[in-house]
Structures are given as C-alpha cells and as structure tokens.
C-alpha cells in the first residue's frame, strides 16, 4: 500500500533561510513549489499562511474553508490539504520544525496551542480587516530579517513566529494557550500526544488512563471539560480521520487499510466507519475521487 508522500521542509528554498525554517509570499510559493504541491501531501514540519488578496478555497483533511482576504490558516505535520486558489491570491507562509521552535524555549511547546492539535482540529481563522496589516508585520520583518550571525537572526525569527501565535490565540473563540496551563489541559495535551503515536494499536480508552497514571472515569471528565467529548469519542474520531486520508491517497484495498489501523474484521470497521461517517469506506472513496 502507497504511502501520502511526506514533504520535508528542505524541498522549498525561500528567503533567509535557516536550519528548519523558511519563509516566502504566498505568490512566489506558489510558482516555485508548485511541482511540490500539486498532488495530495503531508508535511514534516508546521505551517502558517496569511492571504492578503485573493479569493479561493484551502481543503484541510476534508474540511474545506473560504479563502479570502484576512484568512489564516495554520497546519501540523501529518495534515492532509490542497487549495484551489485565483490568479491574484498573496499573502505570506512560513514553516519551521518543531525542534527549530522548541529548542528556543524551555516552557512553551508548540501542543500548547490549539491549532496545532489534530485533536481539536482548529485549522484556520479569519482576522478582522482592522488588524491585517498589523498582523501581517511579522511576516514581512521576517522574510527581511538581515542580521549577519544565525543565532540573533533565528532570535528575531522566533520572537515573531511566537507573537503571530498569540495573535491566532487570540483570535479564536476560545484561546488555548490560558487554558493549557491549567491542570486539565496539561493532562488533555498529554493525552493528546500519546495518542497520537499509539491510536493505530490502542483503541481502549483503559489503555491511555493507565498511561496517564488517572482513572478513565477522569480521563473522561478531562477531555469532556477540555474539548466537550468523550475519550472514546477522541480516540474514534482520530482513528476515521486517518481511515479517510488513507481511503482517498493510498492505494491499499480496503482490508489492507482496516488492518493498517487495527481491525483484522474488515465488517466490523465498514461498519463503524458508515455510522461515524455516514457512507462505507467504498463509497467515501468513490465519492472523494
């Protein structure tokens, strides 16, 4: 079975480049990464893109958003997207690994934001026309920063990936960094990381309790405190958002794909994947290509 091809953050060549990151107009982007873009991709790294003109649609694990003006759009490694987009589409995008961020700070990581959590899946916001000038300041003093030594110019760098963040945080219904430092929400992010390397093998919502040294009883009670759902309801939701990008950009049949994500029943997983979807894995296939 095929995999998605992964991109890794050193196919694209953008201005002042350093280890792990890269910056670039989204109109120069798109022309000369085109070839990297065209055909359904994950990324290694994170993402963040402005539009300041323009108009189109942005296509993120089969949730598709309105492009215009203000809109913002933010993407963790392993997300699925593509975008079909105007001819006078602009605005800026960067991307930058995760250790090329985290190793600047020993207190902040990049989970803490909602954004960057498949859990939560919150993959864009839509900035008043009052602050898009402002906010897209920091995109334009990276892609000119010109200090001659690599340590004051990925300082610089960083201090503004950081603010565009807390702007994004700010701009959501409900900002999550606050919310990250309580308790709860620590727990949730541990929960959170943890199933995402293991929601292939475990599907027990006993299993990540367990691991977390809680009961499932609180496990529960965190995760429906946190982001109003049930631990089994996470964990499902998880596992059919990986079952949908494999059905759409693998060629595996059907029984390769159920295996590939735990289930040896292939009747058992069509089953539970038409209740949570609405179709059977053939047909959401057919429907998507």
């Known amino acids: 079975m095929h995999r998605i091809e992964i991109l890794g953050i050193d196919k694209f060549k953008g201005k002042n480049v350093l280890s792990g990151y890269y910056v670039n107009t989204l109109a120069d982007h798109l022309v000369t990464s085109h070839q990297h873009i065209e055909k359904p991709h994950k990324h290694d790294f994170y993402a963040t893109m402005v539009f300041t003109s323009g108009m189109g649609s942005h296509t993120v694990d089969f949730k598709t958003y309105e492009v215009k003006r203000g809109s913002v759009f933010m993407m963790s490694p392993g997300q699925v997207h593509h975008w079909e987009l105007s001819e006078d589409a602009d605005g800026f995008i960067f991307f930058h690994t995760a250790a090329f961020y985290e190793m600047r700070f020993s207190d902040e990581l ?74 709860y929400a620590e727990k949730f992010s541990q929960f959170a990381k943890l199933l995402e390397t293991r929601f292939r093998e475990e599907k027990s919502p006993e299993y990540y309790a367990a691991a977390l040294h809680i009961t499932a009883k609180h ?51 069509s089953k539970l994947f038409k209740k949570k979807v609405g179709v059977t894995p053939s047909g959401f296939r057919k429907r998507f290509r």
């Open 219 to 269: 496990l529960n009670r965190i995760n429906r405190e946190t982001v109003g759902q049930s631990t089994s309801g996470i964990i499902l939701d998880r596992v059919m958002l990986e079952a949908r990008r494999k059905l759409i950009h693998a060629t595996g049949n059907y029984n390769e794909i159920a295996s590939a994500l735990g289930y040896d029943d292939y009747a058992y997983f």
């Open 110 to 183: 990049l989970s803490d934001y909602a954004f960057f959590s498949q859990v939560r899946s919150v993959d864009h916001v839509d900035l008043p026309a009052s602050v898009i000038d402002d906010f897209t300041r920091h995109f334009r003093e990276m892609s000119e920063a010109g200090f001659r030594d690599e340590k004051s110019k990925r300082h610089f760098i960083i201090s503004h990936i950081t603010q565009i963040y807390l702007e994004i945080d700010r701009a959501l219904p409900n900002g999550s960094l606050a919310q990250n430092r309580s308790g």
